[in-house]
């Protein structure tokens, strides 16, 4: 590992000015993810700001119905969270589903957002990757890509987004709070990640400097009964091969509204607004929650390794939809 400074930040401002100065310092949150990667050598920072003293870590209500996340707040602390845990189930379910509970003490808000890919390639710095190394090619192709993308990928990166958290905020059309050096502004959590395209070593459209410093949730009443369904190799501490967070609002028999989020298929949080508008306005039936999953996945591309993530994702997604409406019938 190579020296660098450490500074303890005051406030937020002042954290966003000494970053954005130094092409080469970084935020340090809980460093579940970033001290990882100091011992990988996937980054070299020249200075490290440690900002999670000044960093709001409550949960609190907003005058219009909805809560304010502060982004300091450590997972385990959001996951058991009362408020959290009545309005909002599918995020502390996909909280408690991530991760272990060591590092969920330990994680941030706003750091599992801004957490990295668990590519292997990525990770091994003598293997070619263009998301850490812009130009030198993809490893994946040809490689192990059982956790890789089959929805928004490009030739240059089939890299997934591994946080649970996040997708479970894209369903519940979260909004992220960043101070930059120009002031605070407001970034809908589904454009905060962005597709690979041809700059994968982008992960979010934040400039350098930019620091999260809160997540808001709307008032949304059938996020109360949602739900957050996680597929993976083992029963805990593994990452999504494929994950859904789903609402569903019924009444009289109908689907109203619904709000469904993809987990370990793409760049990003994958927000199914195909399967949203098909539900929309439709009876429940096993017919119509397939064919919702089947529009959603109509364009999946697997590589050569993940060809069985298309099926696993309309069958979770399936599942996920039938066990909503079955809650909501015997309410
Ligand atoms: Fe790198 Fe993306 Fe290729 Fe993985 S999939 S090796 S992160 S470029």
């Not at 000494?18 to 990882?36: E, S, W």
Request: charged share 25%; proline share 5%; net charge neutral.
């Amino acid at each position: 590992m190579n020296p660098f400074d450490y500074r303890r930040a005051e406030d937020a401002a002042g954290a966003v000015a000494t970053v954005a100065a130094d092409p080469r310092a970084m935020f340090l949150g809980g460093g579940t993810n970033l001290v990882d990667h100091l011992k990988l050598g996937i980054v070299d920072p020249d200075l490290l700001v440690d900002v999670t003293r000044l960093l709001p870590d409550g949960v609190e209500p907003l005058p219009d119905g909805g809560v304010r996340i502060g982004a300091g707040m450590r997972n385990s602390d959001l996951a058991a969270d009362p408020l959290i845990r009545r309005r909002y189930p599918v995020l502390s379910q996909a909280l408690l589903s991530g991760a272990s509970g060591q590092l969920r003490n330990a994680a941030t808000t706003g750091g599992n957002l801004l957490q990295r890919t668990r590519c292997v390639y990525f990770q091994d710095v003598t293997m070619a990757c263009n998301k850490r190394r812009p130009g030198s090619g993809c490893s994946a192709f040809g490689g192990y890509t059982r956790y890789h993308a089959i929805l928004g990928a490009s030739e240059h990166c089939i890299a997934t987004h591994p946080s649970d958290m996040a997708v479970a905020l894209s369903a519940l059309d979260a909004t992220v709070v960043v101070q930059g050096t120009d002031g605070e502004r407001r970034v809908a959590m589904t454009e905060l990640h962005r597709l690979p395209g041809d700059a994968p070593e982008r992960d979010t459209v934040l400039r350098h400097g930019d620091l999260i410093t809160a997540v808001e949730l709307p008032d949304l009443p059938f996020a109360a009964r949602s739900r957050y369904r996680k597929v993976r190799d083992r029963a805990s501490y593994a990452f999504a091969l494929v994950s859904v967070a789903a609402a569903v609002d019924l009444s009289d028999g109908v689907i109203r509204e619904a709000r469904i989020a993809l987990g370990g298929v793409a760049h990003k949080p994958w927000r199914a607004t195909r399967a949203e508008a098909e539900l929309r306005g439709a009876r429940p039936t096993e017919e119509t929650l397939r064919a919702a999953a089947e529009a959603e996945l109509a364009e999946a591309r697997p590589v050569e390794g993940n060809e069985f993530k298309p099926t696993l994702a309309r069958n979770t997604l399936v599942a996920t939809l039938r066990d909503l409406v079955e809650e909501e019938r015997t309410r």
